[in-house]
């Protein structure tokens, strides 16, 4: 590589003497053939270079400075330029360079040691790309660095010995790479640093080192997700200009010793999910700088120290999800500066202190999930500046008309508590409210006109109170409602025909009331609709035929009213989940295609249909034979609806909205968390409902939850071992949270956490709206898109599988690549998912372990599983080159017109043999003016599918194949 940029010098250096000899303008420094050099190198898909050429002067580049007493470079910064290629050693050759960035770019390889010719260099900032191989040691060479940065890579293997000698450092940054080992002891050399992060890096245990307390200058401490285990140490306390701790995501298991109340300067104290046990020690008051305290997601118990009144600075403290106890301490009262409590999921008892809130301007107020009784604090509000008010599942009563005032909140959850009287006027039309929370409580009367003025409204709900009077039409002015639960009340009157304008509605739930009238006609407004509940009301008139074309619709219940004529025909066009018209007074004869839903028609003796087994025939007889076999068959399906029904609810638990509810799983959750998580998992397990059930596999469910925050995440729902004895169910979570725990790219799916019981076992993923490659391409409305933004999809989904193969140590085979399991964010950038069949290969003398269970999907899987039932990464190629094949020609894998036995690799080389047939493989919704790029890739993804694995490439070569094939680039338009 070397040789191969000195002979590029040369070259150029070549040319620039002929340029001159022929009056074009003078290089302006020697550094000019090594700056063109670089741009040879590296790929540059934004222009950012494009002022960079051999007639400028180099102190002019973008992204270039010189020093002040000559034309030598100095500083270099690339960062954010999308360049992609890899590590440009001709870079070591600029020996007055002081500062270079290249972050957040797409270089690849490894760091070349031509580097470490740069002797002057202070500033190194590599983070945010690709880089790959072990940390070099021969970095340490570069011995006036004061600034490291490497992080955001994939580099493996341990921290070198060599970077002990870094006398000047004073940044170290390795965060969210793939460091083994264990934190060494030597980086207690580094006496100068000041800033230290080793944070997502899956270290194999170990401590945090005794060492660490000889860095006395350190004044910000990183080291969350690091795998650490113990006790933190004694030497802690002797870092005396320490302002920044964080250990969090660990697991240490040790007390909260007294000793980091020696930490005299510490602004965060960052601790959270570990398994820390004990108490917080008293000495905590001691740190009179502490602005933020973060202990959740622990073991501690005990109760909280008065002594944390002591905490003038103090803004934020979270101690939630630990075992903490007893009351919450009176001098919180008197800090001023708190503006975010959280103290959720523990089991304090007791009165809120009453004068909470009258010092202080809170924003976020968490006590949910204790034992609390008593009032509300009745300053709550003060200062206008209360965002989030959470006290559900507590004992607490009372009026909440303290709260008339809050026109701030944004999220307001009181449920399951014992709270009375109405509810503030002003705080049903609060204009920011996104979130309202109130059931299970006492509240009563009317829901007034205001409410129409909560434009903010996104979850409304009310059930299992004592409101009464009409549902105001005023309701039907909130354009962002998509959650409506008013069950189980006392509300009278018709349903508003202004409920039509609610496009955005996904649950109506308005079950146990006593509304009356018809259904509004033009309820098939409500196209985003999926859960529809009206039963146990006195509503009459006909089944409106739009709920027909509600597409999205899977739970529909009318049952137990008085509605009349027949049932409609269009029913019988939707997908349901859940179907019930029982008890009502319906008649004529139920389409056929509705017989597949059972239980659906129970006491409504005038409807007849054929195929039915809870109605009777249409063709019915009236002899006393078939009376008796008609009373057996009805009797027996009553008691298969009873049992059934309650099958069903126990195992279907849908949020908190219908009166016989039942939650899918009593606890205790074991939380493992991989990212620091601003929700909980009460939240996450009560989100779960047949209405948000987004895919159905082999293994489980996933559902898609909208949080409370706003943010949307996806929970893959499998039984856990006590629901199952089939033991691949266990392991194929183990082997999904093994792999996404400990991996990080931007092209692999996100793993939030893992929640799990005996019941269930809980996987929450990042959400991707767009669903996957086959959704947009094959699904009931597929999407054009075009050539460049297949292209884009192609290569991020290469570079996430290259990933796994070559930069995870040991390697990681996904097993069932597919179109569906490659999903797609909103800017519709890929991201490779479901590695619930893959497996870590281990490492042997003799090579690498393969394995030797069936796996994949129909379409994708490579020939050889046929004689040698092994997976290689070979076979993850194969899968990923028929992808590529259905990019190029938008058709599935497998399809009838293929012929018997042919599946989409069959069907291209089929028709390339035929004189037009190009023309047949080509997706025309891809546009074919970027012919040249779709035959690359067409070409790529054949050589992915060679029926010998030998002849196939690595996920590598693709990626370099695919770079190469830029539809910018090679368009022919």
């Known amino acids: ?29 020697p550094d000019l053939v090594y700056m063109m050099a670089l741009k040879q190198v590296l790929s540059d898909p934004y222009h950012h270079l494009q002022n960079w050429s051999n007639n400028s002067f180099p102190c002019t580049f973008n992204g270039i400075k010189c020093d002040n007493n000559s034309t030598h470079v100095a ?24 500062f270079l960035s290249l972050a957040n770019n797409s270089i690849t390889g490894e760091i070349p040691k031509d580097l470490t010719r740069c002797t002057n260099l202070k500033h190194l900032n590599l983070s945010q790309n690709y880089l790959t191989g072990p940390l070099p040691g021969y970095i340490s060479e570069l011995s006036s660095l004061e600034v490291l940065d490497l992080s955001g890579n994939n580099f493996s293997g341990t921290i070198p010995l060599e970077f002990a000698q870094f006398k000047n450092l004073q940044t170290l940054d390795l965060y969210y790479n793939l460091l083994g080992g264990t934190i060494p002891g030597f980086l207690g050399n580094l006496t100068n640093l000041v800033y230290l992060r080793l944070t997502n890096n899956p270290f194999d245990g170990g401590v945090i080192p005794l060492e660490i307390g000889k860095m006395v200058k350190l004044q910000q401490i990183w080291l969350s997700q690091c795998n650490l285990q113990g006790e933190i140490p004694g030497s802690i306390g002797g870092l005396a200009e320490l302002q920044q701790l964080d250990f969090s995501q660990n697991n240490l298991n040790g007390a909260w010793h007294g000793f980091i109340s020696n930490l005299v300067k510490l602004r965060s104290l960052q601790l959270y999910s570990n398994r820390l046990k004990g108490g917080i020690p008293t000495d905590i008051g001691k740190m009179s700088y502490l602005e933020l305290i973060d202990a959740s997601f622990n073991e501690l118990t005990g109760q909280i120290p008065q002594s944390v009144g002591n905490l003038s600075m103090l803004k934020s403290l979270h101690l939630m999800n630990n075992n903490l106890s007893g009351e919450i301490p009176a001098s919180l009262e008197g800090l001023t500066m708190l503006s975010d409590l959280s103290l959720f999921n523990n089991s304090f008892h007791g009165q809120i202190p009453q004068k909470l809130g009258s010092n202080t301007q809170f924003s976020i107020f968490d006590l949910s999930s204790n034992q609390l009784s008593g009032s509300l604090p009745s300053q709550l509000c003060n200062g206008g500046k209360l965002l989030f008010l959470n006290v559900f599942d507590n004992m607490l009563n009372g009026s909440i008309s303290t709260l008339r005032n809050c026109s701030s909140l944004e999220r307001l959850r009181l449920t399951n508590n014992q709270f009375s009287g109405e509810v503030p006027k002003d705080l049903w039309g609060s204009p920011g409210l996104s979130l309202l929370q109130l059931s299970s409580n006492k509240f009563e009367g009317n829901i007034p006109t205001d409410i129409g003025s909560a434009k903010s409204l996104r979850k409304l709900e009310i059930d299992d109170n004592y409101f009464s009077g009409k549902l105001p039409s005023e309701i039907g002015m909130i354009n962002s409602l998509s959650f409506l639960n008013a069950s189980n009340n006392k509300f009278s009157g018709s349903l508003p025909d202004e409920f039509d304008g609610l496009n955005q509605l996904e649950i109506l739930d308005l079950s146990g009331n006593s509304l009356s009238g018809a259904i509004f006609s033009n309820i098939g407004s409500l196209r985003r609709l999926t859960l529809l509940s009206l039963k146990q009301n006195d509503l009459s008139g006909e089944i409106p035929v739009q709920i027909g074309s509600l597409q999205s619709l899977i739970y529909l219940d009318l049952s137990n009213n008085y509605l009349s004529g027949q049932v409609p025909a269009s029913l019988a066009g939707l997908h349901l989940n859940f179907f019930n018209l029982s008890s009502n007074q319906l008649s004529g004869t139920v389409p056929s295609g509705l017989s597949k839903y059972k239980g659906t028609f129970l006491d409504d003796p005038q409807l007849c249909g054929e195929g039915f087994s809870d109605i009777k025939s249409c063709a019915y007889k009236k002899n006393h034979l078939k009376l008796w076999i008609l009373c057996v068959i009805l009797s027996c399906a009553a008691i298969v609806l009873v049992v059934g029904l309650g099958c069903f609810y126990k195992k279907y638990f ?18 493992v968390t991989f990212h620091k998580l ?19 596999g082999g293994a489980g469910k996933v559902y898609r939850v909208n949080l409370e925050s706003g943010e949307t995440l996806a929970v893959k729902r499998l039984p856990g071992r006590k629901k199952t004895e089939d033991l691949r169910y266990d392991s194929g979570f183990k082997a999904e949270i093994e792999t996404l725990g400990v991996i ?8 939030w956490c893992c929640i799990s019981t005996e019941d269930s076992n809980l996987l929450v993923y990042e959400y991707m709206p767009n669903g996957s490659i086959g959704d947009i391409l094959h699904g009931p409305k597929p999407t054009s898109l075009d050539w460049p933004t297949r292209h884009m999809i192609a290569l991020d989904s290469a570079q996430g599988i290259s990933y796994l193969h070559h930069d995870c140590s040991p390697p990681i085979i996904h097993r069932d690549i597919k179109s569906n399991n490659i999903l797609l964010d909103k800017e519709l950038h890929a991201h490779v998912a479901d590695f619930g069949l893959a497996m870590i290969l281990e490492k042997y003398e003799n090579g690498s372990e393969l394995m030797s269970t069936v796996a994949g999907s129909y379409g994708y899987i490579a020939p050889e599983f046929s004689y040698s039932l092994k997976a290689t990464t070979k076979s993850d190629v194969y899968s990923f080159g028929v992808v590529l094949l259905e990019l190029v020609t938008g058709k599935r894998p497998i399809d009838t017109s293929y012929g018997e036995g042919a599946n989409i690799v069959k069907w291209v080389s089929r028709m390339l043999e035929k004189e037009n047939g190009l023309q047949e493989i080509l997706d025309l919704r891809s546009f074919n003016f970027y012919r040249e790029s779709i035959l690359s890739v067409l070409g790529i993804a054949l050589h992915c599918t060679n029926s010998l694995p030998a002849n196939r490439p690595t996920m590598r070569n693709v990626v370099e194949m695919l770079q190469d094939t830029n539809p910018h680039q090679k368009s022919n338009v």
């Open 75 to 98: 500083e270099i910064d690339l960062g954010n330029f999308g360049l992609v290629g890899p590590f440009p050693s001709v870079i070591g050759s600029l020996q007055n360079l002081t």
């Open 678 to 696: 601003l929700f909980h998992e009460q939240e996450i397990v009560e989100s779960l409902n047949e209405a948000s059930v987004i895919a159905t």
């Open 654 to 671: 849908y949020v908190s909205s219908v009166k016989d509810k039942e939650k899918i799983d009593t606890g205790p959750w074991n939380v």
């Open 1 to 29: 590589m070397a040789s191969s940029f000195g002979m590029l010098s040369i070259c150029l250096l070549g040319l620039l003497l002929v340029g001159t000899s022929n009056g074009i303008a003078e290089p302006s420094s």
């Open 744 to 751: 990080r790219h931007k092209n692999i799916v996100k793993l």
